[in-house]
């Protein structure tokens, strides 16, 4: 949400462009993951929109460590999450683990595929 997101908190109206995110792993126990963001495809027929209220937001900082066969190739080893208000209450580090990803909780929400026109 850096470069391409605008802020966003609780109880704000999205619409946003989203991929299916059942194949994501994340190193701590969380819920199921069934959409992520995507500012940067222009796949329209692997994109969503995605449009609802936000409910919750949880800030996910990651411990990153090198794997064994590449050192230079850093994977997530253990996390955290933290109850925030708004995409602006984050830092880039908590107890030594760098910030990874918001999980945002939409309440009274639509799902539909996107149209060519609404990818980047």
């Known amino acids: 949400m ?8 609780v109880n704000s109206k999205i619409e946003w462009l989203v991929c299916n995110g059942s194949e994501i792993k994340l190193p701590i126990k969380t819920d199921d993951i069934d959409y ?12 969503f929109v995605l449009e609802g209220n936000i409910k919750e937001i949880k800030a996910f900082y990651q411990k990153y460590e090198p794997t064994t066969e590449n050192p230079k190739r850093l994977v997530g080893v253990d996390g955290i999450l933290y109850d925030i208000k708004s995409s602006r209450d984050i830092v880039d580090n908590k107890e030594n683990m760098a910030f990874s990803a918001y999980l945002v909780y939409i309440e009274n929400f639509s799902i539909r595929p996107a149209l060519e026109n609404e990818a980047n």
Do not use: P
Request: net charge negative; proline share 0%; glycine share 4%.
């Open 2 to 9: 850096k470069c391409c997101g605008e802020d966003f908190s």
């Open 36 to 47: 992520y963001y995507e500012a940067h495809s222009s796949d329209y027929k692997n994109l």
